[in-house]
T-cell receptor, first 110, second 114 residues
Framework: QKEVEQNSGPLSVPEGAIASLNCTYS??????FFWYRQYSGKSPELIMF????GDKEDGRFTAQLNKASQYVSLLIRDSQPSDSATYLC??????????FGTGTRLKVLA | EAQVTQNPRYLITVTGKKLTVTCSQN?????MSWYRQDPGLGLRQIYY???????DKGDVPEGYKVSRKEKRNFPLILESPSPNQTSLYFC?????????????FGPGTRLTVL
């Protein structure tokens, strides 16, 4: 069974700090990786996707992928209380099959 | 407004009483999918559909059926619900081609089976 693992948290960071969220995956052949944000009681919304090794930046968010280590991370710079949510890591398998991690709950303290 | 809609949003039912959760999208997306979300287990894919009349099992298909007779609709059917199907359910759709990475999720259906 292919797996995606995340620390459930909560990860607490002070406002303005960098939040670092991590995810590991078991299938070495995985090619596409996604980060979703989910507020309590709401549906997931896509923050970023990454396909290539290295960093990808979008505003305050940076996704990092290391395929050799089977590791993908999300950095949130200048964290705000509104960033408090659960962050889901997902890996795409094949054409249209996704495996999600259990999510990391982030709390940004004002 | 481009969206994925689900109905009902909340449902309490009893064991064995057949139910259908509807999902509809107005974005002409080819791909649609159903997930369930449970505490500590995350989002798990139940079924997905590549196009009209084309469906396939995800990771947890037992106890569920789906159909895709029209492109916009992808209902989830529980023929004989059991308490272990109490969960939060999400439908999602994705366009084929260049944006195939972005899944658009519906608002969720909270199901309780007594």
């Amino acid at each position: 069974q292919k797996e995606v693992e995340q620390n459930s948290g909560p990860l607490s960071v002070p406002e303005g700090a960098i939040a670092s969220l991590n995810c590991t995956y078991s299938d070495r052949g995985s090619q596409s990786f996604f980060w979703y944000r989910q507020y309590s009681g709401k549906s997931p919304e896509l923050i970023m996707f990454i396909y290539s090794n290295g960093d990808k930046e979008d505003g305050r968010f940076t996704a990092q992928l290391n395929k050799a280590s089977q590791y993908v991370s999300l950095l949130i710079r200048d964290s705000q209380p509104s960033d408090s949510a659960t962050y889901l890591c997902a890996v795409k398998e094949g054409t249209y099959k996704y495996i999600f991690g259990t999510g990391t709950r982030l709390k940004v303290l004002a | 407004e481009a969206q994925v809609t689900q109905n009902p949003r909340y449902l309490i039912t009893v064991t064995g009483k057949k139910l259908t959760v509807t999902c509809s999208q107005n974005m002409n997306h080819e791909y649609m999918s159903w997930y369930r979300q449970d505490p500590g287990l995350g989002l798990r894919q139940i079924y997905y559909s590549m196009n009209v009349e084309v469906t396939d099992k995800g990771d947890v298909p037992e106890g569920y059926k789906v159909s895709r007779k029209e492109k916009r609709n992808f209902p989830l059917i529980l023929e004989s619900p059991s308490p272990n199907q109490t969960s939060l359910y999400f439908c999602a759709s994705t366009p084929k081609g260049g944006s195939d990475h972005e899944q658009f999720f519906g608002p969720g259906t909270r199901l309780t089976v007594l």
